[in-house]
Structures are given as C-alpha cells and as structure tokens.
C-alpha cells in the first residue's frame, strides 16, 4: 500500500509561517502528479496547491495565491507547501495527495488516487 505522510502541521498566529511536508516512496514519487487539499471544519476538501512531475509547473487555488509556495525535492521524495501570511481562514486538516494519472496541476479531488493521513494546521 501506497504510504503519503504529512508532517509539519501546527498552530500559528495569524501572520506566521508553517511549512508542510509529505514524504513518499520512490515508486510513488518518481512519476506522480502532486498536490495539496486542505478540509476546513463542515467544508468539504479543496485544491490548494498543484505541481507537475519535474517541479517546473505549479497551480494554486486564488484563496492561497501569492501566500502559500508548492515545491518538490526530487532527491528526497519529498513534496512541501510553503505557507506564509497565514489567516484564520487556512485552519483545516491538510493532505498530500499524488496520482500517475496526466495531466498534473488538478486541483480536484477526484484527479488524486492516493492521500496521506493529514495534518492539522490552526491559525488564530
């Protein structure tokens, strides 16, 4: 089974920064599409943050735009979301979610086949 794990979640004043990560396996990692979704308390999940295989490409919800940085460090199977100028409005539960499936940069929830278990961030 396909392991995703997120870490980095926390609480934060408004303002402040988090830094995400979602380490993957190499089988998952090498060729997948990548991204980030986030379910705040009664919402149902969004896209935050989309990123094509090699990085280059990336796509962001307008909610984050301009505040929140996706990456990818292909040597350590590692997926990031840079958040800065954080608001109340960004708690939720975030995931990491990857598929082989093309294109990339989707930032709906069906175009994802695997997720990791999530990670809380609060902003208040």
């Known amino acids: 089974e396909v392991q995703l794990v997120e870490s980095g979640g926390g609480s934060v004043q408004v303002g402040g920064s988090l830094r995400l990560s979602c380490a993957a396996p190499?089988?998952?990692?090498?060729?997948?599409?990548m991204g980030w979704f986030r379910q705040g308390p009664g919402k149902e999940r969004e896209g935050v943050a989309a990123i094509a295989t090699g990085g280059g490409s990336t796509a962001y919800a307008d909610s984050v735009k301009d505040r929140f940085t996706i990456s990818r460090d292909n040597a350590k199977n590692t997926l990031y979301l840079q958040m800065d100028s954080l608001k109340p409005e960004d708690t939720a539960m975030y995931y990491c979610?990857?598929?082989?499936?093309?294109?990339?940069?989707?930032?709906?929830?069906?175009?994802?086949?695997?997720w990791g278990q999530g990670t809380q961030v609060t902003v208040s």
């Open positions: 979610a990857a598929t082989f499936k093309h294109p990339c940069l989707r930032l709906t929830t069906e175009s994802y086949n695997y």
């Open positions: 190499w089988s998952m990692y090498s060729n997948s599409c």
